[in-house]
């Protein structure tokens, strides 16, 4: 091993990659690192940011559009937890 890092993934791989994984499990955070070369917190935050642009729908769009929407109730879930904890 060299210690070189690997590129960033591309918006393809990402969406790829989540298309082939959808579920997130112990399993999928190994092959984030394995197949992607990046913690599994740095993916989130990569597929988060990519979702929201054009190029995500259009490289896919009907996954673009269900991760939008999942991500979108997640946020729906997480005000109305924080709501009720006033």
Aim: glycine share 6%; aromatic share 4%; net charge positive.
């Amino acid at each position: 091993m060299t210690g070189e890092a690997k590129p960033r993934p591309t918006g393809e791989q990402l969406l790829a990659f989540e298309a082939k994984h959808p579920k997130a499990t112990g399993r999928k955070e190994t092959a984030i690192l394995d197949e992607l070369g990046i913690r599994p917190a740095r993916y989130y935050q990569l597929l988060g940011r990519l979702i929201k642009t054009e190029d995500a729908l259009r490289i896919d769009p009907m996954l673009t559009n269900r991760l939008r929407a999942r991500s979108m109730k997640q946020q729906t879930e997480q005000k109305r937890r924080a709501h009720r904890g006033r």
